[in-house]
């Protein structure tokens, strides 16, 4: 079965700096996906960044990117020139392939807190 | 633009009621997610749906615990003779089943449901 790990429970991050948030995983599927989730105060899960197994460059989306290191095993979020408003839980997700090859349910990490300095 | 919705957002019962949460999922999606979220932890996967039929249900987590799409449009959790145990987040999500590139396996989230059980 997927597994991920998120072993920062929280960081701190000077506001305008730019700051890494670990996920390491494990499966034993070729094909897989990885994702970023945000989690603000108010609960509601909000979607950054994907990355697919078969993907030959690292995902970006404006501030955020993925640094994905497939031998390693490593998909780490970055989130350059941090915000006031990136304050939040983060979380790192996997698609559970084993029920259907189709969009499948996710496999979550713990999350890790981060919190921007001003 | 109409997202993911669920009524109610916050759920105060006391153990041995039954509740029941609605999730409206997003007009075009086949797919609907249900999870639970428990305090310091990533969300736990229960069930899913494609359309009207239910994929998957051997991770609810007991026989108390229940879902339904009965027209394959919004789904229902109900939760029989609540437990302290049971309090937590319980968040929905929907998608499309597969198509086109990486961003179509994309679950969009909606607020929540937070029981707490007394």
């Known amino acids: 079965a997927q597994k991920i790990t998120q072993t920062q429970p929280g960081m701190f991050v000077q506001e305008k700096e730019a700051v890494t948030l670990d996920c390491t995983y494990d499966?034993?599927?070729?094909?897989?996906?990885l994702f970023w989730y945000k989690q603000p105060s108010s609960g509601e899960m909000i979607f950054l960044i994907y990355q697919g197994s078969y993907d030959e460059q690292n995902a970006t989306e404006g501030r955020y990117s993925l640094n994905f290191q497939k031998a390693r095993k490593s998909a780490n979020l970055v989130i350059s020139a941090s915000q006031l408003g990136d304050s939040a839980m983060y979380f790192c997700?996997?698609?559970?392939?084993?029920?259907?090859?189709?969009?499948?349910?996710?496999?979550f990490g713990k999350g890790t807190r981060l919190s921007v300095i001003a | 633009d109409t997202g993911v919705s669920q009524d109610p957002r916050h759920k105060i019962t006391k153990r041995g009621q039954n509740v029941t949460f609605r999730c409206d999922p997003i007009?075009?999606?086949?797919?609907l997610y249900w999870y639970r979220q428990t305090l310091g932890q990533g969300p736990e996967f229960l069930t899913y749906f494609q359309n009207e039929a239910q994929l998957e249900k051997s991770r609810l987590l007991s026989d108390r615990f229940s879902a339904e799409r009965p027209k394959g449009s919004f789904s229902t959790l109900e939760i029989q003779r609540t437990e302290q145990g049971d309090s937590a987040m319980y968040l929905c999500?929907?998608?499309?089943?597969?198509?086109?590139?990486?961003?179509?396996?994309?679950?969009?989230f909606g607020p929540g449901t937070r029981l707490t059980v007394t």
């Open positions: 997700a996997m698609r559970e392939r084993r029920f259907d090859s189709g969009n499948t349910p996710l496999v």
């Open positions: 499966t034993s599927d070729q094909s897989y996906g």
């Open positions: 999500a929907s998608s499309s089943r597969t198509s086109g590139g990486p961003v179509s396996y994309e679950q969009y």
């Open positions: 007009s075009e999606h086949n797919r």
